[in-house]
């Protein structure tokens, strides 16, 4: 009697599943590790300065939408990044799920899907949180569930693919080095604690900072939930993440089958 086919979706949503139940577990250890740096910038700029008025109370709007892209985009890429990392190092443990009967690309997606939705978890989380150690926010709204969404889920798999990419290019030594040179000048030129619109009085930062992934996801939160504020055209942004998207997608998927099969 012949094997009964397993159709591919199956197989993927059987492999999605399998991480978001490690991920399940591990929550707690999960937010405190992509979340903690996101809430001490909340409590020292959102809730200190403020209340000591070195920094207007203003200044909150502005920075609220960043915090959320910033643990957004970090949780996503994080999710995917260190895994690759593990997975191809020492232990192979990629090597299962190479096995499974669907293309090794398949695989690949799957761990974009899920860094995605671990993103948004973390997104989620930090939002209610870091308005209630800012306080009242002006102009804020969660009424843009439309581009919220669009903002999150192109914002999330950009990030995601970017992790693949980091995960799979470099060795597992070169992690520290990494994260110095490419994940902290992103954040302190990702536009997250200032508008991209405030660059005005240094043209040349203003348009040098578009190579950055993390403008836009930052962006586009302002655009999403404090739309009062200054902030790029949701057209704009939504056109530059999905060709993030697919530069980073492409580069992943390139790296991480050269790793499958050496």
């Known amino acids: 009697m012949s094997e009964p086919n397993v159709s591919t979706a199956r197989i993927f949503l059987a492999l999605l599943r399998r991480d978001i ?27 200190l300065l403020p209340k000591m008025g070195i920094v207007g109370r203003n200044y909150t ?28 190092g ?19 997606i799957e761990k974009i899907v899920n860094g995605t939705i671990q993103g948004i978890i973390a997104a989620i989380f930090v939002l209610p949180v870091a308005r209630l150690i800012m306080g009242p926010i002006n102009a804020l709204t969660l009424t843009n569930v ?12 950009a990030f995601a693919a970017m992790g693949l990419l980091l995960g799979t290019a470099f060795p597992p030594q070169q992690v520290g080095m990494m994260l110095s040179v490419i994940v902290a000048p ?11 619109r405030g660059l005005d009085a240094i043209p040349a930062m203003k348009w040098a900072v578009l190579v950055n992934p993390l403008v836009y996801v ?13 902030h790029m055209p949701l057209l704009a942004i939504a056109s530059a993440l999905l060709l993030i998207n697919v530069i980073f997608i492409f580069l992943g998927l390139k790296t991480f089958m050269k790793r ?3």
């Open 21 to 47: 139940t490690v991920a399940r577990r591990e929550l707690v250890f999960f937010l405190i590790r992509t979340t903690i740096q996101p809430l001490l910038f909340v409590v020292i700029f959102g809730f």
């Open 61 to 88: 709007t502005l920075m609220l939408p960043g915090i959320v892209a910033i643990s957004l985009a970090m949780s996503g890429m994080m999710a995917v990044m260190l895994p690759m990392i593990v997975d191809f």
């Open 90 to 108: 020492q232990t192979k443990e990629i090597e299962d799920r190479l096995l499974a009967p669907i293309p090794n690309q398949v695989v690949a």
């Open 146 to 157: 439309g581009p919220l969404l669009v903002v999150a889920i192109l914002g999330g798999a």
């Open 186 to 196: 992103m954040m302190m030129f990702g536009c997250a604690y200032y508008p991209w």
């Open 218 to 230: 930052a962006e586009g939160m302002r655009a999403a939930i404090t739309p009062a504020t200054p």
């Open 260 to 262: 499958a099969v050496s």
